[in-house]
């Protein structure tokens, strides 16, 4: 069974930073993809980006140059750094999980695996 921790959230003004970070257990987790997700009040879950096993990286149009995944297979982590952040950014942010894939997946019905998210709040 694998299971997701989300860390970091929190509340910050606008133009700030936050790091996030979500511990991977249960399996080896150099061999999963893994993504960020975020889902605002009233909204659908939306993809933020995503590491491919290769270190390989995508994101969304949306946080392009101000957000950053990377991954920690020795601590089996992977974090978001997250700056120059809007009020917009707002929302309960999920980690993911896909075990393998050359391809890097950006719908959250690919992903089996979820964290319990973490609250960013963005408001001065």
């Known amino acids: 069974q694998v299971q997701l921790v989300e860390s970091g959230g929190g509340l910050v003004q606008p133009g700030g930073s936050l790091r996030l970070s979500c511990v991977v257990s249960g399996r080896t987790f150099s061999s999963y993809m893994a993504a960020w997700f975020r889902q605002a009040p009233g909204k659908d879950r939306e993809f933020v980006g995503v590491?491919?096993?290769?270190?390989?990286?995508y994101y969304a149009d949306s946080v392009k140059g101000r957000f950053t995944i990377s991954r920690d297979n020795a601590k089996n982590a992977v974090n978001l750094q997250m700056n120059s952040l809007k009020p917009e950014d707002t929302a309960v942010y999920y980690c993911?999980?896909?075990?393998?894939?050359?391809?890097?997946?950006?719908?959250?019905?690919?992903?089996?695996?979820w964290g319990q998210g973490t609250q960013v709040t963005v408001s001065s």
């Open positions: 590491i491919g096993t290769s270190g390989r990286t």
């Open positions: 993911a999980a896909h075990e393998g894939g050359s391809i890097l997946f950006v719908s959250p019905n690919r992903y089996n695996y």
